[in-house]
Protein backbone atom coordinates (compact mmCIF):
# COMPACT_ATOMS: atom_id res chain seq x y z
CA UNK A 1 0.00 0.00 0.00
CA UNK A 2 1.06 3.47 -0.62
CA UNK A 3 1.15 6.16 1.94
CA UNK A 4 -0.65 9.64 1.66
CA UNK A 5 1.73 12.68 2.40
CA UNK A 6 -0.76 13.83 4.55
CA UNK A 7 -1.56 10.62 6.55
CA UNK A 8 2.60 10.61 6.76
CA UNK A 9 2.67 14.28 8.01
CA UNK A 10 -0.15 13.02 10.79
CA UNK A 11 2.02 9.75 11.85
CA UNK A 12 5.09 11.46 12.54
CA UNK A 13 3.45 14.63 14.49
CA UNK A 14 1.87 11.72 16.51
CA UNK A 15 5.35 10.46 17.25
CA UNK A 16 6.98 13.80 18.06
CA UNK A 17 4.50 14.58 20.58
CA UNK A 18 4.35 11.23 22.63
CA UNK A 19 8.06 11.51 22.10
CA UNK A 20 8.18 7.58 20.34
CA UNK A 21 10.87 6.09 17.92
CA UNK A 22 9.59 5.51 14.21
CA UNK A 23 11.02 2.11 12.59
CA UNK A 24 11.00 1.89 8.56
CA UNK A 25 10.90 -1.90 7.41
CA UNK A 26 11.91 -2.29 3.81
CA UNK A 27 9.44 -5.01 2.24
CA UNK A 28 13.11 -7.37 1.23
CA UNK A 29 14.42 -7.21 4.64
CA UNK A 30 10.55 -7.50 6.79
CA UNK A 31 10.55 -10.80 5.82
CA UNK A 32 13.57 -11.47 8.04
CA UNK A 33 11.52 -11.02 11.10
CA UNK A 34 9.05 -13.82 10.61
CA UNK A 35 10.24 -16.79 13.05
CA UNK A 36 9.34 -20.26 11.05
CA UNK A 37 7.50 -22.52 13.39
CA UNK A 38 8.29 -25.80 10.73
CA UNK A 39 11.45 -27.43 9.77
CA UNK A 40 13.20 -26.01 6.16
CA UNK A 41 16.06 -27.24 4.92
CA UNK A 42 18.23 -25.28 2.55
CA UNK A 43 21.10 -26.72 0.04
CA UNK A 44 24.13 -24.41 0.37
CA UNK A 45 24.88 -21.48 -1.61
CA UNK A 46 27.25 -21.79 -4.62
CA UNK A 47 30.68 -20.31 -3.67
CA UNK A 48 30.31 -21.25 0.62
CA UNK A 49 30.34 -24.88 -0.32
CA UNK A 50 33.73 -25.73 1.62
CA UNK A 51 35.58 -29.00 0.47
CA UNK A 52 34.84 -31.92 2.00
CA UNK A 53 31.37 -30.65 3.59
CA UNK A 54 29.59 -30.82 0.33
CA UNK A 55 26.54 -33.03 1.23
CA UNK A 56 25.36 -30.66 4.69
CA UNK A 57 22.45 -28.53 4.16
CA UNK A 58 21.38 -25.56 6.06
CA UNK A 59 18.20 -25.09 8.45
CA UNK A 60 16.53 -21.68 7.97
CA UNK A 61 15.48 -20.64 11.45
CA UNK A 62 14.08 -17.28 10.42
CA UNK A 63 12.38 -16.03 6.53
CA UNK A 64 13.89 -15.18 3.78
CA UNK A 65 12.45 -13.47 0.50
CA UNK A 66 10.96 -15.63 -1.97
CA UNK A 67 10.08 -18.37 0.58
CA UNK A 68 6.65 -19.45 -0.11
CA UNK A 69 6.09 -19.34 3.39
CA UNK A 70 7.53 -15.59 4.20
CA UNK A 71 4.05 -13.58 3.38
CA UNK A 72 2.31 -16.03 5.64
CA UNK A 73 4.51 -15.88 8.45
CA UNK A 74 5.49 -12.00 8.49
CA UNK A 75 1.24 -11.49 8.45
CA UNK A 76 1.30 -13.51 11.19
CA UNK A 77 4.25 -12.04 12.95
CA UNK A 78 3.08 -8.56 12.94
Not at 41 to 67: A, D
Amino acid sequence: PVVGYCSLRVILSICAAFDLEMAQLDIKTAFLYGLLEEEIYIQQPEGFILPGSEHLVGRLLKCIYGLKQAPHVWNKKF
